[in-house]
């Protein structure tokens, strides 16, 4: 029997997403699933995978472009499979304290894909990331690292779960 294959695909401005869509993807491999990591502006055929997971960075209340232009772009091949959405962003500790509903763009993406969930996890911006508005948030003590390894693997492996006991 061949192991089922998902895609994980992110859209990430400076590393953050990418790093949470790579954790994804080392849970699902070690569920036994043939998982690949990409950009989500890279993708442009999802027909040869049993299930998709698509992220994108949060900025200012909008989810990534590249994530919503992966979106739109497979959108027919989307809905014929199952689709999880997440979300990076707040540099807080609000992802851990209560689950952050998906923003209004992602909202829609979840129901026009059919997406079976989402969740939005905290984000990063640390002295590491570039741009000056990212200088300006540590600088002010407003950055730091929010992303929690352990609720991204219990949810990728939730994932995983749900796709081997899927026929």
């Known amino acids: ?4 294959r998902v895609l994980v695909a992110y859209g990430s401005r400076h590393g953050a997403t990418a790093g949470i869509a790579e954790e994804i993807g080392r849970s699902l491999r070690a569920d036994g699933l043939d998982a690949d990591v990409v950009a989500a502006d890279t993708v442009t055929d999802v027909s040869g995978y049993d299930g998709v997971v698509l992220g994108g960075a949060l900025y200012a209340g909008h989810w990534n472009g590249k994530a919503r232009r992966c979106a739109r772009r497979n959108a027919e091949q989307l ?3 199952p689709v999880w959405l997440f979300s990076s962003g707040p540099v807080d500790s609000s992802a851990e304290r209560h689950d952050i509903p ?3 763009g992602v909202d829609r993406q979840m129901r026009r894909l059919h997406a079976r969930e989402h969740v939005t996890f905290g984000g990063s911006v640390t002295a590491a990331t570039p741009g000056r508005f990212a ?3 540590v600088r002010h003590g407003k950055g730091g690292d ?3 390894p352990e609720r991204i693997q219990s949810w990728a492996h939730r994932i995983g779960t749900e796709l081997t006991t899927t026929r």
């Open 102 to 104: 998906p923003v209004r």
């Open 135 to 137: 200088r300006a948030m």
């Open 146 to 148: 929010f992303r929690n």
């Open 1 to 4: 029997m061949t192991s089922k």
């Open 79 to 81: 809905r014929k499979r």
